[in-house]
């Protein structure tokens, strides 16, 4: 076999514009394609992965280019938002380079969207779901020249008709190899972030204790594939059909103390749809980190429901383990609500998942949505009404109030189109469509009552003060914010937000090199709810 045929060619794509003015978090590293790059490498194959996030998209997309020259195949991902976008034009530039090169995608939004990728004429195959099996064998398929059609798990273009091949179960990890670091170079993603962070990083790794005003580095990790929750706003139920397959605890205790010997990293994203659906799992893992003499600073995605049941001692072990910070999926403040969209869980449990972390000293991230498809103006202002009550009991959660916007492949998808939701015709619009807080346009009229929008808007801008700025202590607009959400209180807020901003203004031009308050801007409500755990009657006390 020809050496130069062996070599696979992958690319992740850029997560936000760079005309923006925006960059992605130099945490997230390229965890999906190094987990189907896995097999491949282990057979032999010359795996090159190049990503977008580390340099212009035009030098993103020449490297890749180049590198297709003489390649077996060539293969990209994304997820809803930029990545569309800019997986697009590369593959454009690659396809117009090397028109006779195989081209292949996966990922969520391709998983929901497959006849949208083929309509481009730019991909041979578009890859469903959990890929790593899947990409395997279509490796091996087009190395041996044999029909794509006995791969299953595909969506193929076939004399102008859209075909699927056979379904393709999800698989457990004993199918899945460890990701092949090895392939991967750390240093490009060290080096940013031990820079600093800029003011335009999105999706941000939360600064962990002690590291306010300082530079750290951290990285993201996969160690669960699917969701078992049937949430009908999300895609994840039709793309893993509510299969959860999740990595053992002693496996992945190995990877990740080989991963903390060998990088030296301060903190971990897990990255997981639904990170503790297992209590069992995520003990072990804590006991075993501590066993082990291995700390780090961890973060992960839970549901409320998982948190508010676990045992003490689970909480416990995650909090002197290193956990230091949950993002929940609180969704809404409404039992009509929570209903609707599927989960079996009273709205009061989000206050018990969020008073228990916090008595434990750590924070969280509390997301909810707002504005589903024939949501009353009164769930609403229900789901608003618990964030305040939230943010008025401690300032170590950030609870969060995004409008909804409907993603294809989900169950409220249908719905919205009937109410007026009008998609992109194209994949290019998809790429300029993002997702809930990213964006303020309503996908229909009336979505959010005035009276909803309004009493939403001077919600975030005092929360986002209440929580403090970042340090020890809070000053004057925080205390007033905290008293301002507490007793619900936000007479004149539209004149005290424009001068808060004004004088927030003048201070970043007189203090431009104060280190706190440059930090505390730059990392928004994620290090000032961090910050928060160090002060004086933050609480510890178990639930």
């Not at 909803?452 to 919600?459: H, L, T």
Request: hydrophobic share 40%; with cysteine.
């Amino acid at each position: 076999m020809n050496q130069h045929r062996k070599r696979i060619v992958l690319y992740y794509p850029r997560q936000t514009d760079e005309r923006s003015g925006t960059s992605a978090g130099m945490d997230l590293l390229p965890v999906a394609l190094l987990s189907i790059a896995a097999w491949p490498v282990r057979e032999g194959y010359e795996v090159v992965i190049i990503d977008g996030n580390l340099s212009s998209a035009d030098e993103a997309h020449r490297r890749v280019t180049e590198a297709c020259e003489g390649a077996l195949l060539y293969g990209t991902t994304g997820t809803l938002g930029h990545q569309v976008s800019d997986g697009l034009e590369c593959t454009r530039r690659v396809k117009a380079r090397h028109p006779e090169l195989p081209a292949f995608i996966g990922g969520w939004f391709a998983s929901v969207m497959p006849e949208l990728q083929l309509a481009t004429g730019l991909y041979d195959a578009v890859c469903l779901g959990q890929g790593e099996v899947t990409f395997r064998e279509l490796v091996q398929a087009v190395d041996a020249g044999t029909s794509l059609e006995d791969v299953a798990g595909l969506v193929l273009s076939r004399d102008g008709r859209f075909v699927r091949t056979r379904p393709r179960a999800v698989v457990g990890w004993e199918e899945l190899l460890t990701c092949p670091w090895g392939i991967l170079d750390i240093e490009p993603y060290r080096t940013a972030q031990l820079a600093g962070r800029g003011p335009g990083e999105v999706e941000r790794l939360p600064a962990p204790p002690g590291f306010a005003g300082k530079p750290f580095f951290g990285i993201s990790y996969f160690s669960s594939f699917g969701c078992p929750e049937p949430c009908a706003f999300c895609s994840a139920p039709g793309v893993s059909s509510r299969r959860w397959k999740a990595m053992s605890a002693e496996r992945m205790l190995d990877d990740l103390c080989q991963l903390h010997e060998r990088w030296g990293l301060d903190a971990l994203r897990f990255f997981d749809a639904n990170f503790g659906v297992s209590q069992k799992r995520v003990k072990a893992l804590a006991e075993g980190l501590i066993e082990r003499g291995h700390h780090f600073w961890w973060y992960a995605l839970m549901q409320t429901d998982h948190v508010a049941k676990y045992e003490p001692a689970t909480l416990d072990a995650m909090r002197d383990s290193g956990m230091y910070c949950v993002q929940l999926g609180t969704e809404t403040g409404d039992a009509g609500v929570m209903s609707a969209i599927g989960k079996q869980c009273a709205p009061e449990v989000n206050e018990r998942a969020v008073r228990r972390l916090a008595q434990r000293g750590i924070c969280s991230l509390a997301t909810y949505v707002i504005g589903f498809p024939d949501e009353s103006e009164q769930a609403m202002m229900r789901t608003v009404e618990q964030c305040e009550r939230i943010a008025s009991v401690t300032p170590l959660c950030r609870a969060m109030v995004w409008p909804f916007r409907p993603i294809p492949g989900t169950g409220m998808y249908p719905r919205s189109l009937e109410l007026g939701f009008e998609p992109p015709p194209t994949l290019a619009g998809w790429g300029e469509a993002d997702s809930y807080h990213l964006t303020d346009q309503s996908p229909w009229p009336g979505q959010l009552p005035p009276r909803v929008a309004e009493r939403r808007k001077v919600y975030e801008h005092f929360a986002g003060l209440a929580v403090g700025v970042g340090k020890r202590r809070i000053g004057f607009w925080g205390r007033r914010a905290q008293r301002r959400v507490r007793e619900q209180d936000y007479r004149h807020a539209r004149l005290e937000a424009r001068v808060y901003t004004v004088l927030d203004a003048v201070a970043r031009r007189v203090l431009p090199t104060a280190p706190d308050r440059r930090i505390a801007r730059l990392s928004g409500y994620q290090t000032s709810v961090l910050a928060a755990r160090d002060r004086p009657g933050a609480g510890s006390a178990p639930a």
